[in-house]
């Protein structure tokens, strides 16, 4: 039988204090969470294929079309990484979450939002770098 700890001082020997409970674990939370991360990774996946597609927008450029390659090739670089890096830092903010079982379902879905976000601000900066042209 253990003795409680005395009310000042160091604690009794063989005194081990009560185990801390653990939150439940949240299974629709942990479900929605596994299949928003895979949705998103399709999302982030087809994002980047579709970033190749942007190089068309230099076709204009030439002798008598100057463009701003500069600012074409980080829109470019923008819209190709981007979307994946949002993607990677949303599956590990959800597992940190999921681990310390807290709600993380928000988590994908921002990470989605977010990623296409990119693509579209990384599309618009190469759109930009081609005079005359608009979105």
Do not use: H, Q
Not at 39 to 62: E, K, M, N, Q, Y
């Amino acid at each position: 039988m253990t003795t409680p700890p005395p009310a000042y001082g160091p604690p009794a020997p063989g005194y081990a204090p009560p185990p801390v409970p653990r939150r439940p674990v949240v299974v629709w939370d942990l479900v929605t969470t596994i299949v928003l991360l895979v949705i998103g990774g399709a999302i982030a996946i087809g994002l980047t294929f579709f970033a190749f597609f942007l190089v068309f927008a230099s076709d204009p450029c030439g002798a008598s079309t100057v463009c701003d390659t500069d600012r074409m090739s980080a829109g470019f670089f923008t819209a190709l990484l981007g979307p994946g890096a949002v993607t990677v830092a949303a599956v590990i903010v959800a597992v940190v979450l999921l681990i310390r079982r807290r709600i993380a379902f928000w988590v994908p879905l921002v990470g989605i939002v977010l990623a296409i976000g990119v693509w579209i601000g990384g599309a618009a900066l190469v759109i930009s770098g081609v005079p005359g042209a608009s979105l």
